[in-house]
């Protein structure tokens, strides 16, 4: 049942101290509503990626709630603001069966 | 037995209680300094892009972001906390659409009050039955 997620983390944007940059999260996790139904007529489960919380050098920086209304796969995008000596942006996530995972991604400057 | 559960899951999509807690009514909000990028049509409710930039009130910071599908069977798709004191912020995502509606944005700020701006859509196929 829980195969890994694959997630990707990008940053985009010219990396500049002081300056802001794009974060741009996604996870190719189904996120099943728990509205749908399977070719057997049986309800699928509800299992979404319901938080998601962004640091910035181990700062949380942001933290999301998603709901049901979000896609699969799940995409975020989120300004970061770059401090003077770069570090590192991770993203990390949990969904309603208790998998959890973490990406990250270094600033350079 | 899949009728019994078609049947369910339509009564789920069109029947939903429209339940938020707000300290007003949205469209008492202003909207100023919100931004929204959202097609006026698409095809289907499954991947519907949304884009909105805020720029918060001179001498404000942002606190939370919220976006809102009122006709979906869970409005809140997105509650956003924000950590740093940012005057401008830049949000990006995909949304699942179970009806044509608006999606509504708000925007809250460091002394409690909130903005909110709201952008229609219409879409030809439902994402709550479609199992793509």
């Known amino acids: ?109 | 037995m899949r009728r019994s559960s078609l049947a369910w899951a339509l009564g789920t999509c069109l029947l939903a209680p429209h339940t938020l807690v707000l300290s007003k009514p949205l469209n008492e909000l202003s909207s100023d300094g919100i931004e929204l990028v959202f097609p006026r049509l698409a095809d289907t409710g499954n991947a519907v892009p949304f884009e909105a930039q805020i720029t918060a009130p001179s001498g404000l910071h942002l606190k939370a972001l919220k976006v809102i599908l009122p006709e979906n069977p869970n409005p809140v798709a997105l509650h956003l906390k924000i950590m740093g004191q940012p005057a401008q912020y830049t949000l990006k995502t995909r949304l699942r659409l179970a009806a044509s509606q608006s999606v509504w944005l708000v925007a809250v700020f460091n002394d409690g009050s909130e903005r909110a701006h709201h952008a229609p859509t219409v879409i030809t196929s439902t994402a709550c039955l479609d199992d793509s």
């Open chain 1, 1 to 109: 049942m829980s195969s890994p997620i694959l997630t990707r983390l990008a940053l985009t944007g010219p990396v500049k101290a002081g300056g802001s940059i794009e974060a741009r999260w996604s996870a190719a996790h189904p996120m099943n509503s728990g509205f749908r139904v399977d070719d057997s007529g049986h309800r699928i489960p509800k299992n979404i990626i319901h938080t998601v919380k962004a640091y910035l050098n181990d700062r949380l920086i942001m933290e999301a709630d998603l709901g049901t209304a979000m896609t699969s796969p799940v995409y975020l995008a989120f300004p970061v603001l770059v401090p003077a000596e770069g570090g590192i942006v991770k993203v990390i996530w949990q969904d309603d069966s208790g998998q959890m995972g973490e990406t990250q991604q270094r600033l350079v400057i």
